[in-house]
């Protein structure tokens, strides 16, 4: 937008001096300054925009990473380690947390993992799809050539690299492609970090909402505390979790100014904390302070690093959200805002701990306890909505990362609404929204403790940052074409740090960190059944697909009859008459006069261009007016749904007729075996539906109509037209076949919709026949069907069922 703006400005006062004059004319002074003024100003407006997206920014990434203070004192010092009077613990702990928010948010993810973007998304999925772009590694099926195409492939090449280099990066590309194990790796990597997520989904609402009501111990007995806490947080969870299908605009207008005014709060503590408590706490950033604390805890301190890792939860939200911000918006709101405000009210802590380990008993409250008394009741308001905020950022971020693995095949069909017609990223998924719900309440009432709750997120969050370092270091090498030994490098370094954090969180095992890994094995185990029969499904497919010689051999004998209309043949193939529609022939031999077999599929790609998401093909000869019409989506892509759909779909099927000047051979020839030819298409003809006269009217200056024959009543008749541009040529061949398409669109549009049941072959191992017969069996019954097939009417549509043995 930047640059679009700037080249305007320059470029418009060369025009008017490109005149013609009578001669050569001096620079005139005012049109410089008229150019430079035109400049700045876009650039104003540059920066407002990233400025803008910055604060914004703070409601949606930060939300989680800002609460984090509520909970990491308490969790770190909860039992592994005991406080002593000379604070060498205290100090050693903030020197981690210190340590730790630079290495990993700051250096790994603002420096390094941010610029690893697709196409400007973020996330586990688009460190993946970059790498089955890169290295043709991805296991999703009806990949195509064609897909290679799209601009979002379009990547820049090694250029001038030096041989070595690009020989490094082949052998790597090779071996990834050569080996399925590898890619099954890859592939099972990708959907852990996804699993870890989903379970992070459902462990930050109850953490943070119940640290953040923890604040009310401080104000009544014990016991009064132990029947009030776990209630209220329930009740805070219950109702945001009811908000959900509101939509993020609608309940998050406030929740940038929540975390701006939390983050100067804690800020405000913290220098108020280090100021009149300890104002040497600053030596404490020291990295001796790590290796004293280390020296003395040994095993106990070890075991806290699971604790300290808290601090940075909510981490991967700056690269999972990057879709909805920019770069520089991320790394000015963290650098600037987030970062030092995290420093300050960790040290502040730090600062009110040292000085209060003999005079406070229980100094394990955390949070609550080094905030002034007067302020605690304000404080503590804020920091539930802050919870509520963190909470809700990782909610929808549930919600998108189900809904791309559902895109990509990896997950079932769910019913996805969309929450805003103006931002196509903000969904609500209820069957989701629900099931997260009651893990969250049952997590809160079955521990009732931040200590094993946080345990339990700790694991989650490193499990992911894991995930993410394997897949960076492919994607240095792979994609931006990078020495292997700087990809090495880079995982040693980053891998290691959280190696350590991942080992010390695992050893808690007992102690709630089993809840992550259950909820990931549950997730995980429904992704891969789903993904393994989606294969198997369209593997049958592709080995029982029948070719068009076989249908044009059947039709004398059938007898087939063509009825008015559009008939849809939803099928997973791109090429080939898929079986269902040969069980559906031979069985009721009879299919409309325009017949389209409808593949919708994603590609590896976060958003494909409207003018790149038609592919249209001819599928036999002319006269029998059958189409392919394939449907490319990304899998962070807006799903056209009923009307807006079928129209989409009609002017593809119109443009590619007003195109096609192929000869297609006519009858039983071998030309019909071979692939059909798909053309991408961006329709510029629209049509008029309205209500008129018998009589033909011309069409309108600037374009051509044509009309399809009158239906309806005697007097008034409904017309459809398709209004071409009148710089097209059309010859009457064309013509016809485009007033046919117009005619059966006027009839009425159906669909016909394979029900299969699959069922593994007989013969099959105990194991592949549960798989198959009823782990799969249950996820597809379960499953929605095609979002396009719900506005037609139940009349239209027709289920033809078949088994599948696999």
């Not at 049109?31 to 407006?45: F, I, P, Y």
């Not at 993946?128 to 991805?138: N, Q």
């Not at 990362?401 to 769910?414: D, E």
């Not at 929450?419 to 989701?432: A, R």
Request: aromatic share 10%; net charge positive.
């Amino acid at each position: 937008m930047d640059i679009e703006g700037r080249a305007g400005a320059f470029f418009s006062p060369t025009k008017i001096r490109d005149k013609p004059s009578s001669g050569k004319r001096s620079p005139n002074f005012s049109e410089l300054n008229t150019e430079a003024g035109v400049h700045d100003n876009r650039t104003n407006k540059s920066w407002r925009m990233v400025l803008t997206l910055a604060y914004q920014s703070l409601g949606v990434v930060y939300g989680d990473l800002a609460t984090s203070p509520l909970y990491v004192y308490k969790n770190t010092f909860a039992e592994d380690i005991q406080h002593s009077e000379s604070n060498e613990e205290i100090f050693g702990v903030l020197s981690f947390i210190f340590w730790t928010l630079t290495l990993i948010p700051l250096l790994k993810y603002v420096f390094i993992v941010l610029r690893a973007d697709d196409n400007g998304e973020g996330g586990t999925f688009a460190l993946y799809s970059l790498l089955c772009r890169h290295a043709r590694v991805g296991l999703l099926p009806s990949g195509q050539l064609a897909d290679e195409e799209l601009l979002g492939y379009k990547k820049s090449d090694c250029g001038a690299e030096d041989a070595g280099r690009r020989g490094v990066v082949c052998i790597v590309r090779r071996e990834l492609e050569r080996r399925q194990v590898l890619q099954r790796i890859l592939l099972v990597l990708a959907l852990i970090g996804t699993c870890m997520v989903i379970g992070d989904g459902i462990l930050t609402p109850a953490i943070s909402v119940f640290s953040a009501v923890s604040g009310l111990e401080l104000s009544m007995s014990k016991e009064q505390h132990k029947y009030v806490e776990v209630p209220v947080a329930c009740v805070i969870l219950i109702c945001l979790f009811a908000l959900q299908h509101y939509g993020t605009h609608r309940v998050g207008f406030l929740f940038a100014p929540i975390v701006v005014t939390w983050l100067l709060c804690i800020s405000i503590i913290g220098v108020y904390n280090i100021i009149h408590w300890n104002p040497h706490v600053y030596q404490a950033l020291s990295p001796y302070y790590m290796y004293k604390f280390l020296r003395k805890t040994q095993r106990s301190g070890w075991m806290s690093l699971g604790g300290i890792l808290l601090c940075i939860t909510g981490s991967e939200a700056m690269f999972a959200d990057l879709g909805h911000f920019s770069q520089l918006s991320i790394k000015i709101a963290f650098s600037f805002l987030v970062y030092p405000s995290l420093i300050l009210a960790y040290m502040g802590q730090a600062a009110y701990l040292s000085k209060h380990h003999i005079i406070e008993s229980d100094y394990r409250i955390g949070f609550y306890v080094s905030v002034p008394e007067k302020i605690r009741w304000p404080v503590l308001a804020i920091a539930i909505l802050a919870a509520v905020v963190g909470s809700q950022a990782i909610i929808t971020g549930t919600f998108s990362i189900i809904k791309q693995c559902s895109s990509l095949g990896c997950f079932p069909k769910v019913k996805i609404i969309h929450t805003s017609s103006k931002v196509h990223g903000q969904i609500y998924i209820p069957e989701i929204n629900w099931t997260l719900m009651v893990l969250c309440l049952a997590v809160t009432i079955g521990f009732r403790d931040t200590k094993r709750m946080g345990n339990a997120s700790g694991l989650a969050v490193i499990t992911v940052m894991l995930v993410t370092t394997c897949l960076m270091s492919l994607v240095i090498v792979l994609c931006w074409h990078k020495s292997i030994i700087l990809a090495v490098c880079f995982i040693l370094f980053f891998g290691t740090i959280e190696a350590l954090y991942f080992s010390a969180s695992l050893i808690k095992f007992l102690e709630g960190a089993w809840v992550p890994i259950v909820l990931s094995l549950i997730f995980m185990a429904i992704m891969c059944i789903w993904h393994y029969g989606t294969i198997k499904k369209y593997e049958f497919d592709v080995q029982n697909k029948v070719s068009i010689n076989w249908l044009l051999q059947l039709g004398p004998n059938l007898g087939i009859v063509r009825v008015k209309g559009i008939g849809l043949i939803h099928t997973d193939l791109v090429s080939g008459i898929p079986a269902i529609f040969s069980h559906f022939v031979t069985n009721l031999p009879a299919f409309h006069q325009v017949l389209v077999f409808l593949c919708i599929k994603s590609v590896p790609v976060p958003y494909v261009r409207p003018e790149e998401r038609f592919l249209v093909g001819r599928v036999g000869p002319k006269e029998y007016r059958m189409y392919r019409c394939i449907v490319r989506y990304g899998y962070r892509d807006f799903h056209k749904d009923d009307i807006e759909f079928e129209k989409d779909l009609v002017f593809s099927i119109a443009e590619f007729i007003r195109n096609d000047h192929s000869a297609t051979p006519k009858g039983n020839t071998p030309e019909l075996e071979k692939e059909e030819k798909m053309s991408v298409v961006r329709s510029g003809i629209r049509f008029q539906e309205e209500d008129e006269n018998v009589d033909d009217k011309p069409g309108s200056s600037g374009s051509r109509e044509i009309q399809s024959p009158l239906i309806g009543p005697e007097k008034k008749k409904k017309k459809v037209r398709f209004v071409v541009p009148e710089s097209s040529k059309i010859d009457a061949a064309s013509r016809e076949e485009m007033r046919e398409l117009m005619e059966a669109r006027e009839a009425g549009m159906a669909f016909i919709l394979g029900h299969s049941y699959v069922k593994s072959k007989s013969g099959s191992g105990l194991f592949r026949r549960f798989i198959i017969n009823f782990a799969y069996d249950f996820l597809r019954r379960n499953s929605r069907g095609p979002s396009y097939a719900v506005s037609i009417p139940h009349a239209s549509t027709l289920e033809v069922g078949m088994v599948y043995h696999v």
